[in-house]
DNA sequence: ATGGTAGGTCTCCTA
């Protein structure tokens, strides 16, 4: 093997209003591969130009005016670009590349799914079920080998993922019915949850909410975001990091940068 | 039980 490679997943929430804030962090960062959901742009309107001077001369992308879109910047050449269009919604929801290094990296954005856990009377919910199942649909039968998932994947899986269990288990993000479908999506491609095997007990966030004043103090964070990789690669070293201080930055994402580096 | 904030196609939709 050899190879090392820094990956960062970041739900940027307009990726033109946060521009700066995205130059900071790959100044500070320098991961070799970063992935944005929630863009909120054309890909025509992608501040590209000032990414590429960074040494991030490599783009996948999908775009929607004002909702959704996915982005992959890349310091290593991409050999091939596709997008899915799971469960048929038409949302520009997922990008996935190969790398000239060989690894493939599939970036989701999946739907937050409304307010009510219910797939009778909230379509939204039943969207993001149906995307869930059509994700686990797609592993069964493109078998991802050498494989890295990121994204805002809407879901808190563990009890450490959110902030009360117990308070959560009916709130959209934490309810049974989306963690088993969830885990039927990771088994479905063999995939490691590389943050929990690292860490897997405690407290992890990635998530605080815009509507809390004193988000830090209060620290009432889920877990939306992950970083996945198939179980080929289970004996490379995984050095992860939620960048909690980014969400205290001026104008901030309500989402921290979350970034894994394999070894 | 409620309301709180933020972004974009901005008095309405999404998160």
């Known amino acids: 093997m050899g190879i090392k490679m820094k990956i960062c997943s970041w739900n940027i929430n307009s990726i ?90 599939h970036n989701f954005y999946v739907p937050a799914g409304g307010d009510e856990p219910n797939m009778e009377t909230n379509l939204k919910f039943a969207q993001k079920i149906n995307f869930l199942n059509a994700m686990k649909d797609w592993f069964l039968s493109n078998i991802p080998k050498k494989a890295i998932l990121v994204g805002d994947l809407n879901i808190a899986p563990d009890e450490n993922d959110v902030w009360d269990h117990k308070k959560l288990l009916k709130v959209v993000s934490h309810t049974p019915m989306e963690i088993d479908k969830l885990l039927e999506v990771k088994k479905s491609g063999d995939w490691i949850d590389v943050f929990r095997k690292n860490k897997p007990n405690g407290k992890l966030y990635s998530w605080w909410s815009y509507r809390s004043k004193d988000w830090s103090l209060a620290d009432k964070g889920r877990r939306l975001d992950h970083i996945w990789v198939t179980s080929d690669l289970k004996e490379m070293n995984f050095k992860n990091s939620v960048l909690r201080d980014v969400r205290g930055w001026d104008k901030p994402s309500d989402h921290a940068p979350i970034i894994s580096v394999l070894g």
Do not use: W
């Not at 946060?18 to 025509?44: G, H, N, T, Y």
């Open 16 to 105: 033109r209003l946060r521009e700066a804030q995205v130059l900071r962090l790959l100044r500070d960062e320098c991961p070799d591969v970063i992935c944005f959901q929630e863009c909120k742009s054309l890909v025509e309107n992608i501040p590209q130009k000032s990414f590429y001077d960074l040494g991030y001369s490599h783009m996948a992308a999908r775009g929607q005016k004002s909702y959704n879109g996915v982005a992959i910047f890349s310091k290593i050449p991409i050999s091939k670009e596709f997008s899915i269009d799971f469960a048929d919604l038409g949302q520009a929801r997922h990008i996935a590349v190969c790398l000239e290094n060989g690894f493939t990296i």
